[in-house]
């Protein structure tokens, strides 16, 4: 069941290292995924195929409104969550509350760590974290045109 990939952070944690002591390499991305568009899921097929599984940290109701205003997000972290973790190519869900993922990829330490290139792979959260254990930080292009807030204002538009 899709519900079974929505885990605690201890239970990712276990997770995660079993994956690891088993040989695999465990891709981590991040974000709020309000509404799932083309652009999202070509970012999360591109990530995980980087590895052998991707764990994706979703962000809380509380943080998403903290980063993008009270207006969002759109759908409950209960709703997001479901979602992405009935995509195939994503593997585990973990929800975090702080402004950014950095307690959750100090806490997992991923092999490989992935962000939209609209990031400097130096600039990226929890990049020394993952490079000082001997991983890599990786960047990955958007389709031009798919956005939430573009998704958002075109509705408005209607």
């Known amino acids: ?7 605690s952070l201890a239970e990712a944690t276990t997770q995660v290292k079993e994956w690891q ?3 695999q390499k465990v891709v981590f991305t991040n974000g709020c995924f309000d509404l799932l568009h083309l652009g999202h899921v070509d ?3 591109k990530a995980r195929n980087l590895g052998d599984k991707l764990v ?3 962000n809380t109701d ?3 409104s903290r980063f993008k205003g009270p207006q969002r997000p759109l759908q409950d972290q209960h709703a997001r969550a479901r979602v992405l973790a009935a995509l195939q190519f994503v593997d585990l869900v973990v929800l975090f509350d702080e402004d950014t993922p950095l307690a959750l990829i100090s806490q997992l330490v991923p092999d490989i760590l992935v962000k939209g290139s609209d990031y400097l792979a130096d600039n990226i959260v929890g990049a020394d ?3 000082s254990s001997g991983g890599v930080v990786k960047t990955i292009d958007f389709v031009p045109g ?3 807030t573009r998704i958002v204002e075109k509705i408005k538009q209607a």
């Open 1 to 7: 069941m899709t519900t079974d990939k929505i885990k």
């Open 21 to 23: 002591k088993a040989g």
């Open 129 to 131: 974290v993952v490079k």
């Open 62 to 64: 509380s943080s998403v």
């Open 56 to 58: 994706l940290g979703l």
């Open 146 to 148: 798919y956005s939430t």
């Open 43 to 45: 970012y999360l097929e």
